[in-house]
């Protein structure tokens, strides 16, 4: 029983760490900046869940538990704002490759509210109210 | 200053539009679910659940959101555990998948991956929703959000590998799919209803196929 969950720590250790390599080759081989996002954010994830959990069953102990769903929960709730943060700023500065998108909704918006006079109010026209 | 009595939606279009500086401040009853998580922190950081170091984690948490108060969170009134349970383990499921795909993307498409940005305009009218949804999105398979338009609940999504008119409109539905799935957890009871009456008779089997 114990070399069988030492054996089940192991795998999980070193599929998390894949994990890593995984958002590493990710962010060599994507060709601009939104597309390196994705990479950046998503493997993570399911490294850092894998990790825990090897490390749950290494420590054989139920107090660690609440500390790691922690830690996991955390890890959810920031990685996707950091990345909101980095695509939204990256969008607005020349960092995104905006020519290789197939299709782009949102340049419309963003050159209407750019070309609009900088003043402290925003008027929200009727039709966009609905 | 316009009067606070307003409908939802033109209550966040005033909030989003406030530049005085005074936010409105949430109630202990709002509040609670995070003073529950506030407590949860200090004993899983402490180790330790016992009955003292539970009232000490109350009186923490309480001055916490006292001196740093924050604008409320509007709750719907609503929650359907089941269906909480099942978006959980559907989620857990599309971390898995996201992670596949992007390692393959990443080793055999590599420069050639093509995206897009995409606009899918929500159906709710709750900040709530807006925010899991989108975090949900960036968690699971091919998007991240880039910017949301709160007045009229639009998510902004750089959707990857995207190469044809019918990918983008498959990436809309399933967006559409998760906010559906969201409505159904934690959705108002209006919201719910106009879900149910849009997906018909069949919900739960709906549900439970897909």
Redesign the interface.
């Given at each position: 029983m114990e070399v069988f969950l030492d054996i089940l720590v192991a795998v999980l250790l070193i599929l998390g760490c894949l994990?890593s390599l995984?958002?590493g080759?990710?962010l060599l081989?994507?060709?601009d900046m939104?597309?390196r996002?994705?990479?950046a954010?998503?493997?993570q994830?399911?490294?850092f869940?894998l990790i825990f959990i090897g490390l749950a069953i290494h420590l054989r102990s139920w107090?660690?538990i609440?500390?790691l769903?922690?830690a996991w929960g955390m890890q959810?709730?920031t990685?996707?704002v950091s990345?909101?943060m980095i695509?939204?700023s990256g969008?607005r500065t020349k960092h995104a490759a905006k020519d290789?998108?197939?299709?782009?909704?949102?340049?419309l918006?963003?050159d209407k509210v750019s070309s609009m006079p900088a003043t402290?109010?925003?008027e929200?026209p009727e039709e966009?109210?609905? | 200053m316009p009067t606070k009595n307003m409908q939802p939606?033109d209550q966040r279009?005033d909030d989003a539009?406030d530049?005085s500086g005074v936010r409105h401040r949430a109630t202990l009853k709002q509040e609670w679910p995070l003073l529950a998580l506030l407590i949860?922190?200090w004993?899983?950081?402490w180790?330790d659940?016992s009955p003292a170091n539970l009232i000490f984690g109350v009186i923490v948490s309480l001055v916490i959101v006292t001196l740093f108060p924050l604008p409320p969170v509007v709750l719907s009134g609503r929650i359907n555990i089941w269906y909480c349970v099942q978006i959980f383990i559907w989620f857990?499921g599309q971390?898995?998948v996201?992670?596949y795909?992007?390692?393959r993307?990443?080793?055999f498409?590599?420069?050639?991956?093509?995206?897009?940005?995409?606009?899918v305009p929500l159906r709710t009218d709750s900040d709530l929703i807006v925010t899991t949804v989108?975090?949900v999105?960036?968690?699971i398979?091919?998007s991240?959000?880039?910017?949301v338009?709160r007045?009229?609940s639009t998510l902004?999504l750089?959707y990857?590998n995207?190469?044809?008119k019918q990918?983008?409109e498959r990436a809309r539905e399933a967006v559409r799919d998760i906010e559906r799935r969201m409505i159904m957890a934690i959705g108002s009871h209006g919201e719910f209803d106009a879900i149910k009456h849009e997906c018909g008779p069949n919900l739960m089997r709906m549900k439970g196929k897909k």
């Amino acid at each position: 029983m114990e070399v069988f969950l030492d054996i089940l720590v192991a795998v999980l250790l070193i599929l998390g760490c894949l994990m890593s390599l995984i958002a590493g080759i990710g962010l060599l081989t994507f060709p601009d900046m939104l597309t390196r996002m994705h990479a950046a954010t998503k493997p993570q994830v399911l490294g850092f869940l894998l990790i825990f959990i090897g490390l749950a069953i290494h420590l054989r102990s139920w107090a660690v538990i609440p500390v790691l769903a922690l830690a996991w929960g955390m890890q959810l709730l920031t990685a996707p704002v950091s990345a909101h943060m980095i695509g939204r700023s990256g969008y607005r500065t020349k960092h995104a490759a905006k020519d290789s998108l197939y299709a782009d909704e949102l340049k419309l918006v963003v050159d209407k509210v750019s070309s609009m006079p900088a003043t402290g109010v925003i008027e929200v026209p009727e039709e966009e109210k609905k | 200053m316009p009067t606070k009595n307003m409908q939802p939606r033109d209550q966040r279009i005033d909030d989003a539009l406030d530049t005085s500086g005074v936010r409105h401040r949430a109630t202990l009853k709002q509040e609670w679910p995070l003073l529950a998580l506030l407590i949860f922190v200090w004993c899983a950081l402490w180790q330790d659940f016992s009955p003292a170091n539970l009232i000490f984690g109350v009186i923490v948490s309480l001055v916490i959101v006292t001196l740093f108060p924050l604008p409320p969170v509007v709750l719907s009134g609503r929650i359907n555990i089941w269906y909480c349970v099942q978006i959980f383990i559907w989620f857990i499921g599309q971390v898995f998948v996201a992670s596949y795909q992007v390692a393959r993307l990443a080793i055999f498409r590599g420069k050639k991956t093509r995206s897009g940005v995409i606009a899918v305009p929500l159906r709710t009218d709750s900040d709530l929703i807006v925010t899991t949804v989108g975090h949900v999105l960036t968690l699971i398979p091919g998007s991240f959000v880039i910017d949301v338009d709160r007045s009229s609940s639009t998510l902004y999504l750089h959707y990857i590998n995207i190469e044809s008119k019918q990918d983008m409109e498959r990436a809309r539905e399933a967006v559409r799919d998760i906010e559906r799935r969201m409505i159904m957890a934690i959705g108002s009871h209006g919201e719910f209803d106009a879900i149910k009456h849009e997906c018909g008779p069949n919900l739960m089997r709906m549900k439970g196929k897909k």
